[in-house]
């Protein structure tokens, strides 16, 4: 697969945060098909892997960049013409397969972090928090007191959290994409979501209330519920994809709406 020409990542408006979803839209709406194949072979090995005890969440963590990496290239097949098809969830296997597996190794030790945080600093703090919480009869005072106990925990969870999606948001595409060392590749992803805090602020925005949306819908229509539902994934998927084009290595004339490669 030739590699796009490397470039630094770019700030962009906060608008473009909204752009990113309807361009990630329009980008599943040209293969409907060929997103719902691919997201039923992602829902069908994330089911077998929530069924093997212990190993399964490693797997679904080791698997996963390298999965999302093959979803890229199924985006740019779909930019060049093609259709989305089953064998692009796979594409990740070839060429980058050591750096992507890698890259779940970080996903996984950024959950045993978490994981570890949550035991030590919390662990019996969130028990006691948990059966106040189904105990109709529970303390309010203590519950209270239990929730600002935890507060602390919580904060630092979320921010670890967010430190581990910047560094691995942008990383399969760029690893896919361009011959990057893994190293380098959380790296420039780490910076180019924190310079563009703004426009994924738009974007969160936008797509939680798109999301809303359609879970309202599937209340009201279940059956167009359903299938809209089933389009969500795949628009936040080939949103990931927009914003890497967006940020990195490519911009969109606004007046033709046309990708031109940046030099």
């Known amino acids: 697969m030739p590699l796009a020409p490397m470039t630094p990542p770019r700030r962009v408006p906060f608008f473009r945060g909204f752009f990113w979803i309807s361009e990630g839209f329009h980008l599943v709406f040209q293969s409907p098909f060929g997103w719902i194949k691919v997201i039923t072979l992602w829902f069908g090995f994330t089911m077998v892997c929530s069924m093997l005890v212990v190993i399964g969440p490693i797997l679904f963590s080791l698997m996963l960049p390298i999965l999302f990496a093959g979803l890229m290239v199924g985006c740019r097949a779909i930019e060049n013409g093609q259709s989305m098809t089953a064998a692009h969830l796979f594409a990740g296997f070839r060429g980058k397969s050591a750096r992507l597996i890698a890259l779940g190794g970080v996903n996984v030790l950024g959950e045993v972090i978490l994981a570890t945080l949550l035991l030590f600093w919390g662990g019996q703090r969130m028990l006691e928090l948990q059966t106040l919480s189904m105990d109709g009869t529970g303390n309010l005072e203590q519950l209270q007191s239990l929730v600002t106990d935890l507060t602390p925990i919580f904060i630092t969870l979320a921010l670890v959290q967010t430190v581990l999606l910047m560094l691995g948001w942008f990383a399969p595409a760029l690893l896919v994409f361009n011959d990057l060392s893994l190293r380098q ?36 229509v279940p059956i167009l519920g359903v299938l809209l539902l089933m389009m969500g994934v795949p628009t936040l998927i080939a949103a990931v994809y927009v914003s890497y084009r967006d940020i990195f290595n490519e911009v969109v004339d606004l007046e033709d709406n046309r990708w031109t490669r940046v030099e």
Do not use: E, R, V
């Not at 924190?194 to 798109?210: E, R, T």
């Open 185 to 220: 590749a959380l790296s420039l992803s780490g910076k180019a979501c924190l310079i563009n805090a703004l426009p994924f602020l738009a974007y969160s925005l936008g797509m939680g209330a798109l999301l809303m949306a359609l879970i309202t819908t599937a209340f009201a």
